[in-house]
C-alpha cells in the first residue's frame, strides 16, 4: 500500500496543483491556470536597466524585446520607450521614429494570452505606426491610447513599427495572459513515508 501511495502522489495532476516526485523528494508546483490582467509599462521607476535589456517581468509575465532596426538599440527613459540609432547619434531618442532610418520593436509574450491595447506618448497630428504579428500587418495604430484585440502563443512574434508622422513614445501594453508557474520544495523523503503511513492506517 505504502509504494501505491508513493506512486499515486507522484503522479498525481489536477488544474492547480501538480505533484512531482524526484529524487526522494515530492516537488510541488502551482499551474495556475486561470489568466490575468498585466500591464506593462515602460515608464516605471526603477525599470530602465530590465526593459533596456530586452526582458520584462510584470505579475509573471515576462515581455521579451529587441530592436530589427539597423544600428539601432533599445531606449528607455522616464518619459517613454523608443529606438535609438547608434551609428552617428543623430537620433537620440524615447520615439520609435524615421527620422535617421525607419524604427520599430520586436516583442513577445512568455505565455499565451491576448494583447487588449496600448498607450503611447509623444503623439503629433500624423503619427501612426504599423503593428505586424509574425511578418503580416494586422493594425495601424495611432493616438494616445490604442485599442486593440489579439490572441497569441508564447512563440508569436509582433513588431511595432514607425510608419507617418514624428514618431511615437511607447508607454505600455496591457494583456490578458497566464503567469508563469512557480515550483516549491513541500516535503522531503521522511513526509511523503509519513504520508503513506497515514494513509495506510486510514484504510
Keep these: 500500500m505504502r509504494g501505491c501511495f508513493a506512486s499515486y502522489l507522484c503522479m498525481s495532476n489536477s488544474p492547480r496543483l501538480m505533484m512531482v516526485c524526484c529524487g526522494g ?3 510541488v508546483s502551482s499551474t495556475m ?3 490575468a490582467i498585466v500591464s506593462f509599462d515602460f515608464r516605471a521607476a526603477g ?3 530590465e526593459i533596456e535589456s530586452g526582458s520584462y517581468l510584470v505579475d509573471g509575465v ?3 524585446l529587441s530592436t530589427p532596426t539597423l544600428n539601432g538599440v533599445l531606449n528607455r527613459t522616464s518619459s517613454g520607450f523608443g529606438v535609438n540609432i547608434t551609428s552617428d547619434g543623430s537620433d537620440d531618442s524615447d520615439t520609435i521614429d524615421g527620422d535617421a532610418g525607419s524604427e520599430s520593436i520586436r516583442f513577445s509574450f512568455s505565455s499565451a494570452g491576448s494583447i487588449s491595447g496600448f498607450t503611447f506618448g509623444a503623439v503629433t497630428t500624423g503619427d501612426s505606426m504599423i503593428l505586424r504579428k509574425n511578418g503580416l500587418q494586422i493594425a495601424t495604430v495611432s493616438g494616445s491610447s490604442f485599442s486593440y484585440s489579439d490572441s497569441f502563443t508564447a512563440t508569436d512574434q509582433y513588431v511595432l513599427e514607425h510608419n507617418s508622422g514624428n514618431g511615437l513614445s511607447w508607454n505600455s501594453v496591457t494583456v490578458n495572459a497566464v503567469p508563469e508557474p512557480s ?3 513541500l516535503l522531503g523523503f521522511g513526509g511523503l513515508v509519513g504520508l503513506s503511513r497515514r494513509k495506510r ?3
Design 62 to 64: 515576462t515581455i521579451s
Design 33 to 35: 491556470t486561470s489568466a
Design 201 to 203: 492506517d486510514a484504510s
Design 183 to 185: 515550483s516549491s520544495l
Design 47 to 49: 525599470k530602465e536597466a
Design 25 to 27: 523528494l515530492l516537488l
